[in-house]
């Protein structure tokens, strides 16, 4: 009985000494802003803004759709208890672990709203790229709001015709802009509604040159993300990999030996590594993503 608890601390050991070892590798990265130079856009060449659109097909919003609540808590329950039951050959609990499922409306519901903040955000640029020229061409706010309607594509596209209602309706372009910022929340219409409302205040804000320097900015910011994901994109991949192997080797020796590693699942302090060790893994998977993540480095 001692040899196998022993073996089952050798392998809470060997996950928690992977964990720190991808922490490691994932510390050693080192980006250097100076290599990010301007490049000619070509929105037909955009593999990221092709991507964006069919992700925004295929994604719905489901918070309002019982239904489609319904079905992916069960499907999530579903595959979370054959893991489980994979790993630790328990059905009690698999029925446990199956509850984690019930988190999956909201993972799905954060990956569509991820993904509909990012195609935004790129169709952003080249309403901010239109804007711009007419602006430039002599042209006014009304004008300038008519040709990015008329060109960009959904979702953007009825937010910009709202905006263009608004002033012809008589509502001053400050508050358009304002409600605009409200309803499509980045940090580059916040901008646009604080330059729109200075010009109407008055002050000489140059439009067009604002609206190329969000553009600017946007491209910079997408290089930079770009950039950022290519030289983490291997510690990430690591950090799932060093993360799944434990279990994975957990459930070959469950399927071999499972005398020798039933302990694990039985006894009190075999239990207690092993709960230690996914807690100490599910931390460290999330660290490491925080500390991958683009935003921390903007």
């Known amino acids: 009985m001692n040899s196998e608890i022993i073996a089952a601390a050798a392998l809470s050991w060997v996950a928690v000494t992977s964990f720190v070892y991808a922490l490691g590798q994932i510390s050693k990265r080192d980006i250097n802003a100076s290599r990010f130079a301007a490049y000619t856009y070509d929105p037909s060449q955009d593999k990221d803004l092709k991507k964006a659109r069919k992700d925004e097909k295929r994604k719905k919003e489901i918070a309002v ?67 711009s020229a007419v602006l430039n061409s002599g042209g006014g ?19 910009l ?37 200075l010009k109407q205040s008055g002050m000489p804000v140059n439009l ?3 609206f190329q320097q969000v553009q600017d900015s946007i491209r910079a910011r997408k290089v930079f993300e770009q950039e950022v994901s290519s030289i983490t994109s291997e510690n990430r991949m690591a950090g799932w990999i ?23 699942f039985t006894e ?17 998977v999330f660290w490491i993503m925080k500390m991958a993540d683009a935003k921390n480095f903007s």
């Not at 300038?144 to 937010?159: G, M, T, V, Y």
């Not at 802009?177 to 580059?188: A, D, G, P």
């Not at 009190?268 to 460290?284: D, R």
């Open 65 to 131: 759709n019982p239904s489609k609540t319904l079905l992916l808590s069960l499907a999530g329950m579903i595959v979370f208890f054959f893991l489980a039951y994979i790993v630790v050959g328990s059905f009690t609990a698999s029925i446990t672990v199956s509850l984690a499922g019930l988190l999956t409306p909201k993972l799905w519901l954060g990956w569509h709203k991820r993904g509909q903040e990012k195609l935004l955000t790129l169709q952003l640029e080249q309403a901010m790229e239109m804007m």
């Open 141 to 159: 706010i009304p004008a300038a709001l008519e040709k990015a309607a008329n060109d960009i594509p959904q979702p953007l596209k009825s937010e």
């Open 161 to 197: 015709a709202q905006t263009l209602a608004e002033i012809k309706l008589g509502i001053s372009a400050s508050e358009a802009f304002k409600n605009f910022s409200e309803r499509v929340r980045l940090q580059e219409t916040s901008i646009i509604s604080m330059a729109v409302e």
């Open 208 to 210: 067009a040159t604002v």
């Open 242 to 264: 060093v993360a799944a192997v434990p279990f994975i080797t957990i459930a070959i020796v469950r399927n071999m030996a499972p005398e020798f590693i039933k302990p694990l």
């Open 268 to 284: 009190p302090i075999g239990i207690t590594i092993f709960i230690t060790c996914v807690l100490v893994i599910c931390a460290g």
